[in-house]
């Protein structure tokens, strides 16, 4: 009986919500989604919160420095594609609107993918209009390029890696020479290669030397035009700790500044512990098996002054999509909650740069009929999807790259399951950020993402005793909630009749906070 309660209560709800959605403040930045995803907003209704208002907002040109990032392309990142391919008439009237998207996201650096074919279609002959435009336009917008040049070439190396032979390194360090001295006031941050540990992008397959050997002539050739460079290097798929082992054994730590990584998995806490279930893979990518940990043991062994970027990661909103696409479910919502998670997990490991991928939807071909949708604007109008929004609202958050991971003694007790059965609090995932000296303390369940959800319900007992005015910021649409219920435990704090969900949801004080 009580679950037959529960059920049309539910039903009741879903009713009610679908009719009238809930009330919030109005807001342009932050568009009220309640209508469409009325089962987000069950803990809205809770007696302990009371919504005063939304996260404000802020574009690049607002913030100083931060770690967050996109990938940033209008043509399809790291394929050999001519700027002829694709929008013949628009191509720069829609570099201009992605611009203006990516200003309004907040990002401080953007990854620019550059193929060698598609400035050098044929011996000779360079097209600079388009990325001319695209380092003008992020440098105005205040937004850090770091250029990703990478890619075969039909003329020269039959698609191959420049390392195939002498002709085609030489023409290879020629279109370097070519971009180093062309952007060499204009780009501080130089990738090199894009995935080397995966088949697709270095042919016929890996081969770590010849990566470290194409790394040392590029660099070379790179401080030609600018000493001060900072060389990304790596760049690989998932975390692929063997062939990490590989390229520093060959000597890459003498030439990188950054080990760059693309940690794609379903659960991105699994790039930090090793999570209690399975993580199911497709054959042709790595397992996830190995986490930052890994990695920075490594660089403790050859060269502890490198940084490590998370440079590219990203999950797509449909199922039918291009690349890798993750384990299901799909959805909007899903998609945003898994940004969320994935960046918060990169800054607790103190990576210095955190890039989702990508921004604008594509094609690998006008003609394609499967689309990337790892995108944060749909292909077919630049409209922002849920994680546009949802991105904003974590950029506006952490408006810092003086993020620290404060350890905090914190206790969960779980009052209700809903739809999370079975949890107990050793299942909770928590980290307590510090930026510019305010705290921030993050919290969720790592299950997988539901596109939507009936949140448990918590009582969050932290030992942070000047905590004064706590609210709870929810990540996902940007709200803001007064925390109503409030002990004292000695020197504990205890927050009462929280939500608790798939996706972080943050306590703070107001004061670190503006709430428009």
């Not at 550059?114 to 050098?120: A, D, F, G, K, L």
């Not at 063997?242 to 990584?261: C, H, M, N, S």
Request: proline share 6%.
């Amino acid at each position: 009986m009580k679950a037959f309660r529960t059920v049309i209560g539910l039903l009741v709800f879903l009713s009610l919500g679908w009719l009238t959605g809930c009330q919030s403040p109005a807001s342009s930045s932050n568009p009220d989604f309640s209508e469409q995803f009325p089962l987000i907003y069950q803990f809205y209704q809770n007696d302990a919160l009371e919504n005063t208002g939304t996260l404000k907002l802020f574009s690049s040109n607002e913030i100083k420095n931060s770690p967050w990032g996109i990938q940033f392309n209008l043509l399809p990142p790291h394929v050999d594609k001519y700027p002829s391919d694709f929008h013949t008439d628009t191509l720069l009237d829609d570099l201009s609107v992605l611009l203006d998207r990516v200003t309004a996201l907040g990002v401080k650096w953007a990854r620019v993918s550059v193929n060698w074919s598609t400035i050098e279609d044929r011996h000779g002959n360079y097209h600079w209009a388009y990325l001319d435009s695209l380092i003008a336009g992020l440098s105005k917008a205040g937004i850090e390029p770091y250029v990703c040049i990478n890619g075969g070439h039909k003329t020269y190396t039959d698609e191959l890696p420049p390392t195939v032979s002498e002709l085609g390194m030489q023409s290879w360090l020629s279109f370097v020479k070519l971009m180093a001295d062309r952007y060499a006031n204009k780009v501080d941050y130089w990738e090199i290669w894009n995935e080397p540990n995966y088949p697709s992008f270095w042919k016929p397959e890996p081969d770590a030397e010849k990566y470290v050997e194409l790394v040392k002539e590029t660099v070379f050739t790179i401080r030609e035009y600018d000493q001060d460079a900072v060389i990304l290097g790596g760049s690989l798929a998932r975390m692929d700790l063997p062939y990490a082992q590989k390229i520093f054994g060959a000597g890459i730590g003498e030439y990188i500044d950054v080990l760059t990584v693309h940690p794609y998995n379903a659960i991105p806490t699994g790039s930090v512990r090793k999570i209690g279930y399975p993580v199911k893979t497709p054959d042709y990518y790595l397992p996830s098996s190995h986490q930052y940990k890994d990695f920075y043991q490594l660089l403790e062994k050859y060269h502890s002054d490198i940084e490590i970027w998370q440079a590219e990661c990203g999950y797509p909103s449909a199922q039918n999509s291009h690349g890798w696409t993750g384990t299901g479910p799909w959805g909007e919502n899903i998609q945003a909650k898994w940004l969320l998670r994935r960046m918060i997990a990169d800054v607790s490991q103190k990576v210095n740069v955190s890039a989702y991928f990508s921004m604008w939807e594509y094609k690998l071909n006008p003609d394609e009929r499967t689309t990337n949708r790892k995108g944060l604007l749909k292909l077919e109008d630049m409209a922002p999807k849920q994680a546009f929004d949802t991105y904003r609202n974590l950029i506006a958050l952490f408006k810092s790259d003086e993020i620290d991971v404060r350890e905090t003694d914190s206790h969960f007790q779980i009052n209700r399951t809903a739809s999370f059965p079975g949890i107990w609090e050793e299942n909770i995932q928590s980290w307590n950020l510090t930026v510019e000296g305010n705290y921030f303390f993050c919290y969720w369940l790592p299950w997988r993402m539901a596109e939507f959800v009936n949140p448990a319900e918590t009582d969050l007992k932290l030992k942070l005793p000047s905590m004064k005015d706590p609210v709870l910021v929810d990540l996902l649409t940007g709200y803001v909630y007064n925390i109503e219920n409030m002990n004292l435990d000695g020197d504990f704090k205890v927050l009462q009749s929280l939500p608790l969900t798939d996706y972080p949801l943050v306590v703070t004080e107001r004061s670190s906070i503006i709430i428009q």
